[in-house]
Structures are given as structure tokens and as C-alpha cells.
């Protein structure tokens, strides 16, 4: 009988010494599909007034700007409207890697996205993505050029939507998109 009750005892011991922490998240993360984090990264970046476009400069720096996004489309490509004589648009041309960063509208997650853009200067795209309030910027649309931009991997955090990191590396969960 004792030995039973020491063998009990140093099992659950074993057990309670087991690290269990982030194990629910993990668990968690596993659950969540594509297709899952996509809708919650939808939420997000409809929610988002503006978003962060990260461009690269001559030099290979990073230059960042608020901009006004149109809502993304179901495959999470992003269109925004520009100045053609603006310094992205010649950023874009020379280097096409850009990153979106959208945060979360009660700042407790954020969409960040990694994608190539293209500047599209189509009348029938431009005017099809035009929004009322820019006529001030843009009296006579001469000026008016779209940049779109193609996701080609994701990561999305959302504490209020349980899409969480690890919990040792805080590493996102991460969406990789099809090559168009």
C-alpha cells in the first residue's frame, strides 16, 4: 500500500512540474485556420481609419506615412489613392516591397501585412476607387494615380479576438498568400 501511494505521489508530482503555461494559447492558435485569421485581420483593417504604408527609400530605409485605405478586398488586396508626384510612388517604382500596418481600433492588436505594390494609372480603376472627400487634394484627377498592393504574407494579433503570439517567442501567427 505505501508503495502504491509513493508511486501516486511522484506521478502527481511529475504532473504539477509540467510547464503548462501557454498551453491554452497554444491550443488556441492551433484551432485558428487561414481563413480565420484572415476574417479577424478583416475586422481589423475595416475597423482602421488609416494605416501605416511602409515604403523603402534609395538607400534601403524605411519611410513611413498615414494614409487612407480603401477596404481591403476579400483576398486582403489594399488600393490607396496618391499624388503621382509624391516620393512613394518613385519609392514603389524602384522597390516594390512595401508593408501595411493597421492597428487595432481599440489598440489591442494590429494587421501587418507585407506585399508588393503597383502604381495603376487606369481611368476606369481611379475612378472606380475615388472617394468624395479627396477632390480638394485632387481638383482635377491629373494628378490622381492608385497604388495597389498584394499581400504576400500576413501577421495578425488580437487579444479581444483571441489570436494571440507564443508565448515564449511572441511570434504572431502568420498567413502566407498564394503568388498571383
Known sequence: M???????YLILLV???IPFNGFSQEMT??????????NVAKEIMTAAETCALITLDEEGRPRVRAMDPFIPENDLTVWF???ANSRKVDQIKKDSRVTLYYLDSDSSGYVMIHGVAQIVDDENEKNKRWKDRWKDFYPNKENY???KVSPTWM????????VVGDTITWQPPKVLFKSK
Do not use: A, M, P, Y
Request: hydrophobic share 35%.
Open 2 to 8: 505505501k508503495s502504491s501511494q509513493k508511486f501516486t
Open 15 to 17: 504532473l504539477l512540474s
Open 29 to 38: 492558435q492551433k484551432k485558428l485556420s487561414d481563413i480565420d485569421l484572415i
Open 81 to 83: 489613392g496618391t499624388n
Open 145 to 147: 494615380l492608385l497604388i
Open 155 to 162: 501577421e495578425v494579433i488580437s487579444e479581444s479576438r483571441n
